[in-house]
Every structure is written in structure tokens, then in C-alpha cells.
């Protein structure tokens, strides 16, 4: 079974991640119908743990918390979680799928309703919670969107995935182009919060 991360090298040396294979976008939401597996050690996660925060989410979706160092079976649980009594993250995998053999990752949305995992990209499961209430502010203004959407693709592609791509390369090459996309993102992202407090101008959004 795959741990949080699996080193695809691909393209002489490139990383590559592979992409999340559960990917509901559409489901309807009421109150203790959903659980939320994330780590605090994982930066994918941090921000489904934020919105859920934000949104005030906190008492309508619970949350279990796996341990923040990763051992030989992935990510485990200091004490089985409250659907199952699991202890592996990988086992509530295959509690959705016996035949899963992808990577095991967080954060993992759980429908009880339909007794399974209905996604695991941290930037679907983030867009479900801010759909999901009215509290607090639009995170994804309709107004601003295609805005959010260009600056969400800039950094995760060469800040959020570009860590990845210089830490996992594994020739020279492919390191620096890596380190250079990194470095002229955040160069380029300075630049636009010069004047502003925020990504997208005077309010804080997904994007942030």
C-alpha cells in the first residue's frame, strides 16, 4: 500500500504526482453526514482543516487527526478513528475499495451516508465546504473566480507541487527548472501583494 507520497519519476528525472482518484464534486451536504481525515504535518490538508474553520463547519463535519511523522504503513491514527476503529489511513482506503492500490494520502472526505470516500483533492474537498454554509465569507467569489482560478494554477504547479519537483529530481536538470520556476513564482507573488493585503486585492479568498 502507497504511503503519502509516491516518487513518480518521470521525463529523465522529473517528478511527477500522481493524481487523486477520488473525486465526487457534486455532493449534497447536511449535518454529521461527512468526516474529514487530515494531518497537521501535511500542507494539502492544512487548508481543508482551515475552511473547515472558516466556514464553521467544526460541529457539522468531524474530524479525526492522524500522527504527524509517517511511518513504514503510511499514516496511522494514536487511536483508532471513530467510523471504523482503524488504525492505518490505508485501511479506510480499502474499507471504500478492497481493490484500491494507489496512494494513500489526506486529507480523505468520508460520506457515511454512502459509505465511502467521496474525495481526496484537498482543492475540491476545500471548494465542497465553502458551498456547503453561508457562514463567514465567499471564499470563491463568483465576481472573482477567474482570478482565483489563475493564481491557484501559478502556485500550485511551481510553488505547492515545486517543492516536490526540486526535492524529488533526480538529475541536475530538472532540479533547477524546478528551483527557477519555485523562485520566479514567489518572486511574482511578492510583487502582486506589494499595495495589497491579499492574492486577489482587498479580500482574502481560496487563493490566500
Known amino acids: 500500500m502507497a504511503g503519502h507520497l509516491v516518487r513518480h519519476q518521470e ?54 487527526v492522524v500522527e504527524a511523522h509517517m511511518g513504514k504503513e503510511g499514516w496511522t491514527f494514536a487511536t483508532p478513528e471513530p467510523l471504523f476503529g482503524k488504525t492505518k489511513l490505508h485501511e479506510l482506503y480499502t474499507q471504500a475499495d478492497p481493490t ?11 460520506d457515511k451516508q454512502l459509505g465511502t470516500i467521496v474525495n481526496n483533492e484537498s482543492s475540491e474537498i476545500i471548494r465542497l465546504f465553502n458551498g456547503w454554509t453561508e457562514t463567514g465569507r465567499d471564499l470563491y467569489p463568483e465576481t472573482l473566480r477567474d482570478e482565483i482560478d489563475a ?20 538529475v541536475q536538470e530538472k532540479y533547477e527548472e524546478a528551483f ?29
Not at 481525515?37 to 501535511?42: F, G, K, P, R, T
Not at 482543516?49 to 460541529?59: R, S, V
Not at 484500491?100 to 468520508?110: E, H, K, N
Not at 493564481?151 to 533526480?170: L, M, Q, S, W
Open 11 to 64: 521525463h529523465g528525472g522529473a517528478f511527477k504526482r500522481a493524481v487523486a482518484q477520488f473525486r465526487q464534486r457534486d455532493l449534497p451536504f447536511s449535518p454529521g453526514r461527512c468526516h474529514i481525515n487530515v494531518s497537521l504535518a501535511c500542507p494539502w490538508a492544512s487548508r481543508t482543516i482551515i475552511f473547515h474553520k472558516l466556514k464553521g463547519l467544526t460541529d457539522a463535519i468531524s474530524m479525526s
Open 100 to 110: 484500491y492500490s494507489g496512494r494513500v494520502t489526506v486529507p480523505i472526505l468520508w
Open 151 to 170: 493564481i491557484n494554477a501559478v502556485v500550485y504547479d511551481n510553488v505547492n507541487n515545486g517543492v516536490y519537483k526540486a526535492g524529488f529530481a533526480t
Open 180 to 208: 527557477e520556476s519555485l523562485f520566479t513564482a514567489l518572486e511574482e507573488l511578492e510583487k502582486r501583494l506589494t499595495g495589497q493585503p491579499f492574492l486577489v486585492g482587498q479580500t482574502i479568498t481560496e487563493a490566500d
